[in-house]
C-alpha cells in the first residue's frame, strides 16, 4: 500500500489543551480531528479555531451522526470541516442526507465502525457514494487487552475490497503496522500517543520505523 495519512485525533475536554497539543504536533501530522469528546465539551467552536489555524490540513469533525445528517452536515462544513463520521448504526436516510451535503461542498463523510455491522451495509454505503470508514478499537477495547487479530484483518480487507477506504485507530504500534500491507489504508489514527509524546518527532518516526 501507498504510506497511509498521519491524523492526530484530538479528545480533550479543554480547547486551550487540544491546541497547545496540535500546536505542537502539526508539522508532522496530515489530518486533524476534532475528537467526538472535545466536540461535546466545546462544539463547533474548536472545529471553528482549528480551522483558522490549520487552514491547510484536513479537518475532521468526529460527531458520530445517528440521526438529523443534513443538519449536522451543515454544521460540520460550515465551521470549516472537510470530513464528518457518522456511526454505522445510522439509518441509510441520514447517511444519504449527509452524504448529500457533502458532495455539495466536495466534503466526506466517514462512517465510524461501532457495534454490529456487515459487508452488507458496506455495499449499500458506496451505493450512496461514502468511499470512508474507520475501523476503531476503542478505549474498553484497549482497556481490556483486545489486540488486533485476524478477525479483524479480514474484515477489513473485505471492506477494501468492496470499495471503502479505512482509516485505522486503536493503539497502533510500529509492530502492528505490517499487518496492514493488503487493506486499503488512508489513515492511521494516533491521539495520546502523540499528544503525550516526550519528542512527537521521535515517536512520529518510530510510527513508521524509521
Not at 455539495?104 to 459487508?119: P, V
Request: net charge negative; hydrophobic share 45%.
Amino acid at each position: 500500500m501507498t504510506k497511509p495519512l498521519l491524523q492526530l485525533a484530538l479528545d480533550h475536554t479543554s480547547l486551550p489543551e487540544a491546541l497547545e497539543a496540535v500546536k505542537v504536533l502539526h508539522p508532522y501530522i496530515d489530518i486533524i480531528e476534532s475528537g467526538t469528546i472535545l466536540c461535546v465539551s466545546e462544539g463547533m467552536k474548536a472545529v471553528r479555531e482549528l480551522r483558522t489555524l490549520y487552514p491547510d490540513h484536513i479537518l475532521v469533525c468526529d460527531l458520530k451522526v445517528a440521526d438529523a445528517g443534513e443538519m449536522l452536515a451543515n454544521e460540520a462544513f460550515n465551521a470549516g470541516a472537510n470530513w464528518m463520521t457518522v456511526i454505522c448504526a445510522a439509518p441509510l436516510a441520514t447517511m444519504a442526507s449527509a452524504q448529500k451535503v457533502a458532495a455539495a461542498r466536495n466534503c466526506e463523510i466517514q462512517i465510524e465502525l461501532f457495534g454490529h455491522w456487515t459487508i452488507e451495509d458496506a455495499k449499500e454505503w458506496v451505493k450512496l457514494g461514502i468511499t470512508q470508514a474507520i475501523y476503531h478499537r476503542g478505549r474498553d477495547a484497549q482497556a481490556s487487552g483486545q489486540t488486533w487479530g485476524q478477525k479483524d484483518l479480514d474484515l477489513m480487507k473485505q471492506l477494501s475490497d468492496v470499495g471503502i477506504q479505512l482509516s485505522v485507530t486503536g493503539g497502533i504500534t510500529p509492530e502492528d503496522l505490517h499487518l496492514f500491507c493488503d487493506i486499503s489504508v488512508k489513515a492511521f489514527i494516533a491521539g495520546r500517543a502523540l499528544a503525550q509524546a516526550p519528542d512527537p518527532a521521535e515517536s512520529i518516526d518510530a510510527i513508521w520505523g524509521e
